[in-house]
């Protein structure tokens, strides 16, 4: 019975987090609910929070199936419970992990900030940007740049099966942003207009690749075909324990939504909603933990996780 | 830089003549520095004759050897050459706070000159041809501050073969710890002359007296296993090492007025010695070694006999269990969630881990098929399809010629490691980086399958640098009742070039899988960072 009421109120909170404010990236909204059960869960033991915290954080990923949230409770629990917890009484312990969540909170929700500072001074002036699909990094950045009085045009693509990326020419619009909408086909003829393309990702590997919405992998071999650097922006939270080989090798929980792995019976029917780019074709990583190059993505793994 | 050293000269003279009419009143730890200062003279006048005579040599050998053979011994030198220089420049400068305690200031001027005059000299002998043997040299100063010092790498022994100098070391030291020393067997291959090349047929047990009382019987045993190829493979040899060592340590006793934890160290080292006679050590063996080694330096002095002699013997044993066994575990576990139903799976010699990794797929059901890839003139494959069969996955079974024949039906690659360099190159059986070159043509994932235990500091960017030459009469093969190469000796110009190892580029392979874990081949110095941190 207590699960039940937990997961409604889970899927509730979190709902009502990403209505609450659109602009708040999955993973954040997922960090604030776990913080909320933290505080209400009666759990007795250290063991038996952790594996409550895990089992809240695979109900969010059945509402919202993205890399992001899935990583980002991962990352939230290692981060809390990361620490000596030494303190006899639990209420205690409770009190500490839930003063660092809020900690953690605090600092992811700068790291946009600290993303579009880094990246805003690889837009010089009079450049022609290529960008995929809807991304809030990648529109934080250009505001950043606009801001800064550079002058820039954009191409955004499609971005079928949601039309996503007219979204985001009409937020680009409204930053007096010269912007162009493209055919997801026509990244090939585009890209020789083109001086760089930036691309946000849902989640970055191990192996320094990255898994974005469908479409990217044509992009990145298109701009390694055209010598065009090829730049990500990623939250750190995005960072996921996973080592997809190719796109097989990514789990179909990612792929598709979750109503329609929940709905559907045959997948290879459903379109997938992601790929994976591997990391030969990534120039270079902008983080909240600093600009990287892909193989500097598995040390910041191994520090944050090990 | 020579001008330096002419006006060195004359005045380094005067000093000493200076000195000789003073003489009456040098003390006698002045005569002392003064005869260790002639000796280190005349001894840097003989290495100058002895380079000198190494060039006529080297330039009277055939043309086209000498080019290809000075070719990779100045690569590794050249990145040493810019070392030496910074030496040269700060040495005159502390010539000036000379050292106020000496009495006759004039003798430690000279000294410096005649210092700085030997560093020139060495600085431009290398600056001129790369020469290899340059460990005697930095061994003389003793005065000017550590700091001035850069760290001089030396090259190890065995892969200075064509060196006289080092050779006369190697034979003293041998000599010194009662070893025999095993001599080169056949022409060697002159971009491969820098490394030793033995036979099979005259292993150093022969020349070894019996019952040989310096080399315990455990170890004669193992050298012998090893030169013979009884036991091979990294994972076996590492294990064969430390069970052998175990009995070393039973056996056992400490002699009076000694520690234990100096004396048995002392006494493994001619061990050591004599098994890389037998056969170079691997990485692995290495790194078992240093582990050892360390273990028993730490034993504290008031440990009795008895119980040190079993926490070593633990500690032994925890050491195979853990970075042996378990983390063949780990691994496996690891390697089941990338091996998928349906999966076409190729592997190339025979690797402990991987044979393990497949079986214990296969024990959880997953469906695949393996093609088992193998290569003149060890043929590991066949134990490895043997290992397989055996169990019942089914196998197909080619010869490294066909690889880019059957690679289009291949959706996977599992290797094995012999070790894994600190710059992320994977240094396994030779074929291996044949076999991931061609995979990455056919964008045919490539995993490599390695123990943390391997993990070795060296750097290495090609295979010639450092390699092990088996023995060239396994090339030779009896078809139809003839023995083309038989005679291959008495044929001047032909060589038999028999390699053990190669190194691959880490572009080639997509993933590693360690017991801590999936990394990327170019995360292994970030991995050995963290241990050597956890140590």
Not at chain 1, 211 to 225: D, E, F, R, V, W
Not at chain 2, 319 to 324: G, L, M, P, R
Request: with cysteine.
């Amino acid at each position: 019975i207590n699960k039940k009421f937990f997961f409604f109120f889970l899927v509730e909170y979190f709902r009502a987090q990403m209505m609450k404010d659109p602009d708040m990236a999955s993973a954040v909204a997922a960090i604030r609910t776990l913080l909320e059960f933290l505080k209400r869960d009666k759990g007795e033991t250290i063991l038996g929070l952790r594996e409550s915290l895990t089992w809240a954080t695979d109900c969010l990923t059945g509402v919202d199936s993205s890399v992001a949230v899935s990583s980002g409770g991962e990352l939230f629990l290692r981060f809390i419970s990361l620490t000596s917890l030494e303190h006899q009484d639990l209420s205690r312990c409770k009190k500490v992990m839930e003063e660092r969540g809020e900690l953690f909170l605090e600092k992811i929700s700068m790291s946009r900030t600290k993303v579009a500072k880094l990246c805003h001074t690889f837009i010089k002036d009079g450049a022609k940007i290529l960008t995929h699909s809807y991304s809030r990094v990648v529109l934080r950045v250009m505001e950043k740049a606009a801001a800064e009085k550079k002058r820039f045009s954009v191409y955004v693509t499609e971005s079928q099966p949601d039309s996503a990326g007219r979204q985001m020419a009409e937020a680009l619009r409204k930053l007096n942003v010269p912007v162009t909408v493209v055919l997801d086909a026509a990244v090939g003829y585009v890209l020789e207009k083109v001086d760089l393309v930036i691309v946000g990702a849902e989640g970055v590997v191990e192996s320094g690749g990255i898994i974005n919405k469908i479409g990217t992998y044509q992009m990145a071999l298109c701009s390694k075909a055209h010598n065009k650097p090829f730049y990500v922006v990623a939250e750190s939270f995005k960072f996921v324990r996973l080592y997809p080989l190719n796109q097989q090798d990514v789990p179909d929980k990612f792929k598709y939504k979750a109503d329609t792995l929940k709905t559907v019976q045959n997948l290879s029917e459903e379109h997938p909603m992601i790929d994976y780019t591997p990391p030969s074709l990534i120039t270079l990583l902008f983080t909240d933990l600093g600009v990287l190059t892909p193989s500097a993505v598995s040390d910041e793994l191994i520090k944050l996780y090990l | 830089m020579a001008d330096s050293g002419e006006t060195g000269g004359p005045v380094k003279k005067d000093g000493i003549q200076q000195a000789k009419t003073e003489g009456k009143e040098l003390t006698k730890e002045e005569k002392q520095r003064l005869r260790k200062e002639k000796k280190q003279q005349k001894k840097s006048k003989e290495k100058k004759d002895e380079k000198a005579s190494q060039e006529s040599e080297k330039e009277k050998k055939p043309v086209s050897s000498a080019s290809p053979a000075s070719q990779p011994p100045t690569q590794p030198i050249t990145p040493k050459a810019p070392s030496a220089v910074p030496t040269l420049v700060p040495v005159p400068a502390s010539e000036t706070p000379a050292p106020a305690d000496k009495p006759a200031k004039s003798k430690a001027e000279m000294k410096a000159e005649r210092r700085a005059r030997q560093e020139a000299e060495r600085a431009s002998k290398q600056g001129k041809k790369g020469e290899v043997g340059q460990q005697a040299a930095p061994g003389k100063p003793k005065a000017p501050p550590s700091e001035l010092q850069p760290v001089v790498k030396r090259l190890p022994e065995h892969v200075q073969v064509d060196n006289p100098e080092v050779l006369k070391k190697l034979a003293k030291k041998l000599e010194r710890q009662q070893i025999p020393l095993r001599s080169d067997y056949g022409y060697k291959v002159s971009l491969f002359s820098h490394l030793h090349q033995y036979s099979r047929k005259a292993p150093l047990t022969q020349q070894l007296s019996i019952p040989s009382t310096v080399i315990h019987p455990a170890i004669v045993r193992l050298g012998l296993q090893y030169s013979q190829g009884i036991v091979a493979g990294s994972n076996a040899r590492s294990v064969a090492l430390l069970h052998a060592f175990k009995q070393v340590i039973r056996d056992y006793t400490t002699p009076p007025n000694e520690e234990l934890s100096r004396d048995l160290v002392n006494k493994l080292k001619p061990y050591i010695s004599f098994l890389n006679q037998c056969r170079p050590l691997s990485a692995s063996m290495g790194n078992a070694i240093k582990y050892i080694k360390k273990e028993i330096s730490n034993i504290p002095s008031q440990c009795k006999e008895e119980e040190a002699k079993s926490k070593l013997l633990n500690c032994i044993d925890r050491y195979i269990d853990e970075k042996i066994n378990l983390a063949a575990k780990a691994i496996a576990k690891s390697s089941i969630e990338k091996i998928s139903d349906g999966d076409v799976i190729l592997v190339y010699g025979c690797s402990s881990l991987v044979n393990h990794i497949l079986c214990e797929a296969f024990e959880k059901n997953r469906k695949f098929r393996v093609i088992v890839v193998d290569s003149r003139p060890r043929l590991e494959g066949r134990e490895a399809l043997r290992r397989l069969v055996q169990r019942g996955i089914s196998c197909t079974y080619v010869l490294i010629s066909a690889v880019s024949y059957i690679l289009p039906e291949v959706s996977k690659v599992f290797l094995g490691a012999h070790a894994l360099l600190a710059n992320g190159y994977v240094m396994s059986r030779v074929g291996t980086s044949q076999i991931a070159l061609v995979a990455k043509a056919f964008n045919v994932p490539v995993l490599v399958c390695c123990e943390t235990y391997k993990f070795c500091e060296r750097v290495q960017t090609d295979s010639f640098v450092s390699n092990e030459l088996d023995d060239p009469d396994d090339l030779i093969v009896t078809r139809k009742g003839k023995t083309q190469l038989e005679h291959w000796q008495e044929v001047p110009s032909l060589g038999l070039l028999n390699l053990v190892y190669d190194v691959t580029p880490p572009d080639f392979v997509d993933l590693v899988i360690t017991d801590l874990g999936m990394i990327p081949c170019t995360s292994v110095p970030v991995v050995l960072r963290v241990k050597n941190v956890d140590q």
